[in-house]
T-cell receptor, first 116, second 115 residues
């Protein structure tokens, strides 16, 4: 069955520290998509990135980077030089190709607190 | 920038009362999702529409929840009667088409408290 696990419930860092948010997924599909969303205190989920199961290239976008490893079923997210504005809950999510509707299966979320 | 609109943002009700939430997706988005997010957990899909048709409502508690998207644009989610366990954030999302690779755009949510 499909499942996403974010083992870190809460992380607290001091500004400018690097931080990595872990995500482990389970799926039987060979084709699937992985997402990261950010949920600030205002409530709406903001899309950050999407990867498909055939593209294991790591990606960097400014201070954000993502490490996708199929061998360990992980899709980890690193924020370099964290800032107070990065404080939010971050969700990893999975969408399987067999589910044509695009249903997202979310992890439990990791609450990141960046202190000045 | 186009956004998903939801109202109300907050709703407090007593158990056994009826509540309704409204969502207006991004213009042109054929697919609309309603998710429920219990405090401290990730969102879970309740119902998905493709235009005016329900595509997936397998997780919708149909004895008390109903959803409609009559003209294939905006949508209403209703709970009757509300129970204490329904306290949660109700998120609406939309996407251009229903596909597993598509980004979903989320609204600000309706936070429901049932007393």
């Amino acid at each position: 069955a499909q499942k996403v696990t974010q083992a870190q419930t809460e992380i607290s860092v001091v500004e400018k520290e690097d931080v990595t948010l872990d995500c482990v997924y389970e799926t039987r599909d060979t084709t699937y998509y992985l997402f990261w969303y950010k949920q600030p205190p205002s409530g709406e989920l903001v899309f950050l990135i999407r990867r498909n199961s055939f593209d294991e290239q790591n990606e960097i976008s400014g201070r954000y980077s993502w490490n996708f490893q199929k061998s360990t079923s992980s899709f980890n997210f690193t924020i370099t030089a964290s800032q107070v504005v990065d404080s939010a809950v971050y969700f990893c999510a999975l969408s399987e190709a067999d589910n044509q509707g695009g249903k997202l299966i979310f992890g439990q979320g990791t609450e990141l607190s960046v202190k000045p | 920038e186009a956004e998903v609109a939801q109202s109300p943002r907050y709703k407090i009700t007593e158990k056994s009362q009826a509540v309704a939430f409204w969502c207006d997706p991004i213009s042109g988005h054929a697919t609309l999702y309603w998710y429920r997010q219990i405090l401290g957990q990730g969102p879970e899909l309740l119902v998905q529409f493709q235009d005016e048709s329900v595509v997936d409502d397998s997780q919708l508690p149909k004895d008390r929840f109903s959803a409609e998207r009559l003209k294939g644009v905006d949508s209403t989610l209703k709970i009757q009667p509300a129970e204490l366990g329904d306290s949660a954030m109700y998120l609406c999302a939309s996407s251009l088409v229903a596909a597993p690779y598509n980004e979903q755009f989320f609204g600000p949510g309706t936070r429901l408290t049932v007393l």
